[in-house]
């Protein structure tokens, strides 16, 4: 079945009040793409942008499993959805490895994101040792198997990101062979999981996407769109693989 690439920036710990030009920008290209076309930034910016760009997709990084209460530094997914915040990434490797997040803290983020009514892109994916010794795949199931949430209402509000560690803005990327095995893996995941639903889950392939090699991994089957790191920072660089996907 015929899926719209979603194409993601995550701004990670990147964006000042005096880059919300380029949120603009991105957003009044989104308006035309044939791709939906989203922004993660920074917490402290969400409000900002959503003023600055109405309309178009603002997302937060991570999100926390509780809706409020004693968790100094973290947000929740109303107080996302509060700011204007329509989506959220959850799992991002940065996360699981820095802050020790495991498979069930995933999960339990990204059913209080979705019951809140956020969209979620789940990011999965293997270290450069694991990928060495050929358990890419049984690993990164296994992880996707033990962080997804128990049941999707809406199988387009919920994205998995394939995103090897080791490609993270390393300017590295796997094979396009290695590419479409772990998404026809994951593909098959989502269905054990989610009978016909997971045939409308979109997996986005992350680590280092740019507008040189985003047209060949779009044209990988099962690969639904991109989370995009470094190159989603400025429109020069993010707007050209928005138009990869579209193409
Ligand atoms: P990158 O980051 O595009 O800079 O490699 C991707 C990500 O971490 O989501």
């Not at 499993?65 to 915040?85: E, N, P, Q, Y």
């Not at 999707?152 to 090897?164: L, M």
């Not at 990327?173 to 009978?195: F, K, N, Q, T, W």
Request: aromatic fraction near 4%; hydrophobic fraction near 50%.
């Amino acid at each position: 079945m015929a899926r719209r690439k979603l194409v993601a920036g995550n701004w990670k710990m990147h964006g000042l009040a005096a880059d919300l030009g380029e949120v603009t920008v991105i957003s009044m290209a989104a308006e035309t793409a044939a791709a939906d076309v989203a922004l993660c930034l920074p917490a402290t910016l969400i409000e900002r942008a959503v003023r600055a760009a109405p309309g178009f997709a603002i997302g937060g990084q991570d999100v926390h499993r509780a809706d409020k209460g004693a968790h100094t530094g973290c947000v929740s997914a109303a107080m996302l959805l509060d700011a204007g915040a329509r989506l959220t990434i959850v799992g991002h490797s940065e996360r699981r490895d820095a802050q020790g997040e495991s498979d069930t803290d995933v999960k339990a983020k990204a059913e209080a994101a979705l019951a809140a009514g956020l969209d979620v892109i789940l990011c999965i994916g293997e270290s450069d040792q694991v990928r060495e010794a050929g358990r890419a795949v049984p690993t990164v199931s296994a992880q996707l198997d033990a962080s997804l949430p128990a049941a999707i209402t809406d199988p387009g509000r919920f994205s998995i990101a394939y995103e090897p560690i080791w490609a993270i803005g390393t300017g590295k990327v796997p094979s396009i062979a290695d590419i479409g095995e772990m998404h026809a893996a994951l593909r098959e995941r989502l269905i054990a999981a989610y009978d016909e639903a997971g045939e409308q889950v979109r997996i986005l392939y992350g680590g280092s996407v740019k507008a040189s090699n985003a047209a060949e991994i779009f044209a990988v089957p099962d690969v639904d769109g991109a989370l995009v790191g470094g190159a989603s920072l400025k429109p020069s660089d993010f707007l050209p693989i928005v138009g990869a996907a579209a193409s």
